[in-house]
């Protein structure tokens, strides 16, 4: 079968607005109601969760509103992959992500690139997959189209692993591949799911203490032990990896938040974080 060059948005109308004008409101709406700073540090790379907006749309754009305005060659967004797969690093078989607020392009020839580099010829090459349902990375995209434009490259990375060794050999790998270009990298990632909320802040702080540190593998390991959860550990413990190698100094908190700020419900919970990692 033929695949289309444009990857077709599974979740536009459910997970966040069909309709442009609808959709560039919602956004606004949540970046107005951010507090900004009169001056920004540099922001290397950025942890936002991924749930539908109404759930985590204002805790994301307590991240995004802080790239209004800054331009990027380039956007690393590293999200989990949500459906069961053999491999470990998949990307995107499609040209470009259709969204309402444009398209966004797939930067193809970086993508073999950094292939080639990390795994050489071997069998488990970063694997592109067509239409996929991967709601976690496309969710940032129209957050990212109104903050930074859509004059930007896209490298999607949806990772499996939670292999300490990989994911440090992707980062160096991404690092050196991208070292000519203004790159923003992304993380998606939620925090614990269905606690109640006093044991979801427990268990959310303590991984967001993880991310704030830096330390990738405790994030990792917080996984493993049972003391704090991510979904998309394996992309946020890579992006911490590459924040170091770039010089970032320390994380920031931007916001934390749970579902049941939203519904009322604090019995059964969600978290979601923003974090900076910052030079």
């Not at 050196?176 to 606690?195: I, R």
Request: proline share 4%; net charge negative.
């Amino acid at each position: 079968m033929k695949i289309k060059e444009l990857r077709p948005s599974p979740i536009a109308g459910r997970w966040y607005p069909n309709n442009t004008e609808e959709l560039r409101r919602t956004i606004r709406r949540y970046l107005a109601n951010v507090e900004r700073k009169a001056k920004q540090e540099e922001i290397v790379s950025i942890i936002v969760p991924h749930a539908g907006y109404i759930y985590s749309g204002q805790v994301a754009a307590e991240a995004y509103a802080r790239l209004k305005g800054v331009k990027f060659d380039t956007v690393v967004i590293c999200s989990p992959f949500h459906a069961y797969h053999p491999a470990d690093i998949l990307t995107s078989a499609h040209d470009a992500y259709s969204t309402p607020l444009g398209n966004v392009r797939v930067d193809k020839k970086t993508i073999e690139k950094l292939n080639t580099i990390f795994f050489g010829t071997g069998e488990n090459d970063i694997l592109p997959i067509a239409y996929d349902g991967e709601h976690s990375l496309e969710i940032q995209l129209p957050f990212l189209i109104d903050v930074i434009g859509v004059d930007f490259d896209l490298i999607p990375l949806m990772i499996r692993s939670h292999e300490f060794n990989v994911l440090e050999r992707l980062a160096e790998t991404l690092v050196e591949v991208l070292k000519d270009k203004k790159v923003l990298f992304v993380a998606s990632t939620d925090l614990s799911h269905f606690y109640s909320a006093d044991q979801a802040n427990e268990l959310d702080m303590f991984m967001i203490d993880a991310m704030l540190e830096m330390d990738a593998r405790k994030v990792l390991l917080a996984e493993t032990d049972g003391k704090g959860f991510a979904c998309g550990a394996g992309a946020v413990a890579t992006v911490l990896e590459v924040s170091k190698l770039l010089g970032a100094k320390e994380g920031e908190l931007f916001q934390y938040a749970t579902s049941g700020n939203v519904t009322g419900d604090t019995t059964n919970v969600v978290g979601y974080a923003a974090l900076g990692l910052i030079r």
